[in-house]
């Protein structure tokens, strides 16, 4: 379901990496105890959080047992600190997903749109990687256990979910990045099971047009 796939979104990236085989991982011993407050992470925090409009492009890849060979989707990310989150899905069904405060709305290319179907598990997925995308740290730390690993500009930051339930909708997700920017968001069930999502050419701008508001967000 595409609104799951956030990422899942996020969001505040400008390079795109190498795509390797399979993601990194963080080791738990590098726990991040009190996100908030620890000093070692508490500025990059807050530069990955949005206080900008921001446009990328991304590569989604959807890896399944099942299948030998990934199902590939590439858009358009659209974030606002104000509107929420906007993917614009493009190729052969053009898609525009919406996730902000209210929950998830699904807009198709005549403008026609419908909520998403009522799902409370689904619902606590897309609200977790929203907090992740937004990186909203008292949320965050309600809901994941922290893990983080840095090599000079380069971080890794591992998201454990706290519940059960969760945990078995999205597994563990995997943010890279370098600097103030994310290149990269894994959602890993197991080895042979994950989202991979690319994320380049991120502009950042003020506001967006009135015209983009309507069309791109509630």
Excluded at 61 to 86: K, Q
Excluded at 114 to 139: E, K, M, Q, V, Y
Aim: net charge neutral; glycine share 6%.
């Amino acid at each position: 379901m595409r609104s799951l796939s956030v990422f899942l979104l996020l969001v505040s990236c400008l390079v795109l990496p190498a795509f390797s085989a399979a993601p990194a991982e963080v080791p738990p011993a590098n726990l991040i105890a009190d996100p908030v407050n620890d000093p070692g992470w508490k500025e990059l925090f807050a530069r990955l959080a949005p206080q900008q409009a921001r446009r990328s492009q991304f590569e989604e890849r959807r890896i399944f047992p099942f299948r030998t060979t990934p199902i590939v989707l590439t858009g358009e990310i659209r974030i606002s600190p104000d509107r929420g989150l906007s993917l614009n899905y493009l190729g052969a069904k053009p898609q525009i997903v919406i996730i902000d405060q209210k929950g998830v709305l699904m807009r198709d290319e005549r403008g026609q749109q419908r909520t998403a179907p009522a799902d409370p598990r689904a619902d606590a997925a897309t609200s977790a990687l929203f907090h992740i995308l937004r990186f909203d740290l008292p949320a965050l730390a309600k809901t994941f256990i922290l893990h983080g690993r840095r090599d000079g500009e380069a971080w890794t930051l591992g998201f454990e979910p706290r519940d059960a339930t969760l945990s078995g909708l999205i597994g563990s997700v995997i943010v890279q990045g370098e600097g103030g920017r994310v290149d990269r968001i894994n959602m890993v069930k197991s080895e042979k099971q994950r989202i991979d999502i690319l994320i380049s050419d991120t502009k950042e701008t003020a506001s967006f047009d009135e015209e983009e508001l309507k069309r791109f967000f509630r």
